[in-house]
């Protein structure tokens, strides 16, 4: 999970694009980049960081010119720690291609070495990223060789890189002297969307991770990039669009409406925050269902994603909502810090409990998810210690039962609370008096209600389903032996995903 975003202009973008990344903060927290064009020439400032820490005015004004992209980065392949993996990724060759990309491959080790030995292409980091950057730098030479580059010959490119590549991708390049790509995977998992504004230098064009990055700067929502499409904006911001995948299907992220993305984003015409409370209102059937709603005084939130959930099940059970804990604004979302133990740390930083919405009360508490079940044993201590007589919890998201290889960082079924548990298991190890989760078919239609058109979700963290079809039982074994060989150091340094089946080099 990242955010990212991309302009064409005729004006300076450097503070645009750092606008929209402010705006995309909550999808990464760990690094930031901004690239931006001047003609051929390409300006870049990255590293670790968030937006405010990584850009100093010295670093804005060192990033002119009228097209740009940028990207807010949350590791989930590489090195979380390694500066070179932060985003953008630049190749000289052809013309000179800066990407970001949000996602995941789930066949880079296999993509890595065809690149070596065959397109003769030279990867330097363990990022997926560049090696998705070189795929498309290697089908763009080939589609334009001996060929003024058009539009027809991107969308050549593209139709290649599809063919190719596997995972969850949408994407952002810059093409230098030439324009702006974007494209999303064949099954849409990731989200991506595009906008235009008029200014007074004449049209502009932006796309980015969510909806709330366009009108947030003042852009005018168009359309999501559809599944296995590409949208090309040349420098005058004509907007060129096709179909570049043979079997495209619509199955956004649920997770994304769960806890990932901006209540106020709408991602493939389904608003986050009303699937939240949806979500909220099938949620309080399995409470009403599991126990006597007689049995609850007060429900509370956690912040801040399962808030509009929270809501809409008091409402449902008819009792009081009251906000319970206080958060630190000034700390980061515990779920994507990397190292458990930083994690650990973090709870009671993040969250304060207020006393007098506890004590002598049974309380319910409403989250999101519940995904290595050390923050909801912390949180649960935590109303137990403010004085509550009985804690209840509830999840608006089924159990986390299997990893998630698509750009969530879940990598190994060791680190899941609900991976070979009951439900009771999970009660009793967080410590709650009772525990209710959501239904998966109940968390589905809470969402799919809301665009009828869609196929389907992605949802194999909670249904062991994985939707490309090149993820097998291999690849976890692996995935969870380069995990464990990297240990769990100091500042929690891991790589994140490594895939690797065992018919691969």
């Given at each position: 999970m990242c955010g990212i975003v991309g302009v064409i202009s005729k004006a300076p973008v450097n503070q645009l694009i750092y606008d929209a990344l402010l705006l995309l903060q909550h999808?990464?927290?760990?690094?930031?980049?901004?690239?931006?064009?001047?003609?051929?020439?390409?300006?870049?400032?990255?590293?670790r960081g968030v937006v405010r820490d990584v850009f100093r005015t010295r670093n804005m004004r060192a990033l002119p010119g009228s097209v740009g992209l940028g990207q807010v980065r949350y590791p989930t392949a590489g090195n979380a720690y390694n500066e070179e993996e932060a985003q953008p990724f630049y190749v000289n060759a052809p013309f000179g291609l800066v990407l970001v990309h949000n996602g995941n491959l789930t066949n880079a080790h296999a993509l890595k070495h065809e690149l070596f030995e065959v397109d003769r292409r030279h990867i330097n980091t363990e990022s997926d990223s560049e090696v998705l950057l070189n795929v498309l730098a290697h089908e763009l030479e080939i589609a334009a060789r001996d060929l003024p580059l058009t539009p027809e010959q991107v969308f050549k490119a593209v139709s290649a890189v599809h063919r190719r590549i596997k995972g969850s991708y949408a994407v952002v390049c810059l093409i230098a002297g030439y324009g702006l790509l974007a494209f999303r995977d064949p099954f849409g998992i990731r989200p991506l969307c595009f906008g235009e504004a008029d200014v007074p230098e004449g049209k502009e064009v932006m796309v980015a991770s969510e909806s709330v990055a366009l009108e947030g700067t003042g852009h005018k929502f168009v359309r999501d990039v559809a599944p296995g499409e590409a949208v090309f904006v040349d420098?005058?911001?004509?907007?060129?669009?096709?179909?570049?995948?043979?079997?495209?299907?619509?199955?956004?992220?649920?997770?994304?409406?769960?806890?990932?993305?901006?209540?106020?984003?709408?991602?493939?015409?389904?608003?986050?925050?009303?699937?939240?409370?949806?979500?909220?209102?099938?949620?309080?059937?399995?409470v009403i269902s599991t126990m006597p709603p007689s049995e609850i005084d007060v429900v509370i939130p956690i912040p801040e994603s399962s808030r509009p959930a929270a809501m809409q099940l008091a409402q449902k059970l008819g009792k009081p909502y009251r906000e319970g804990f206080v958060k630190n604004r000034y700390v980061g979302r515990t779920f994507i810090m990397p190292g458990q133990s930083v994690r650990k740390k973090s709870v009671r930083q993040k969250l304060n409990a207020i006393a007098q919405e506890f004590k002598g009360r049974n309380v319910l508490l409403v989250d999101d998810s519940i995904v290595r079940g050390t923050t909801s044993k912390e949180i649960v201590q935590m109303a137990r210690e403010a004085g509550a007589r009985k804690v209840y919890m509830a999840s608006a998201a089924p159990p986390v039962r299997y990893p998630n290889v698509y750009g969530i960082d879940m990598p190994t079924k060791s680190e899941l609370i609900a991976h070979d548990r009951s439900v009771e298991e999970i009660r009793a190890f967080i410590g709650a008096d009772a525990l209710i989760y959501q239904d998966v078919a109940a968390m589905k239609r809470a969402v799919g209600t809301l665009n009828k058109s869609i196929d389907g979700f992605e949802a194999s963290c909670f249904d062991g389903h994985y939707i490309t079809g090149d993820v097998s039982a291999e690849d976890f074994v692996a995935m969870a032996a380069q995990r464990a060989s990297q240990g769990d150091e100091e500042d929690g340094q891991r790589s994140r995903l490594a895939l690797q089946s065992a018919s691969e080099p």
């Open positions: 999808r990464g927290q760990d690094a930031a980049g901004i690239v931006t064009a001047m003609g051929t020439k390409v300006f870049m400032h990255k590293a420098l005058e911001g004509r907007v060129h669009a096709r179909q570049c995948a043979e079997n495209p299907t619509l199955h956004p992220c649920v997770f994304e409406f769960v806890y990932l993305a901006r209540p106020d984003s709408v991602i493939d015409g389904m608003s986050v925050y009303q699937a939240r409370l949806n979500m909220g209102e099938t949620l309080a059937q399995r």
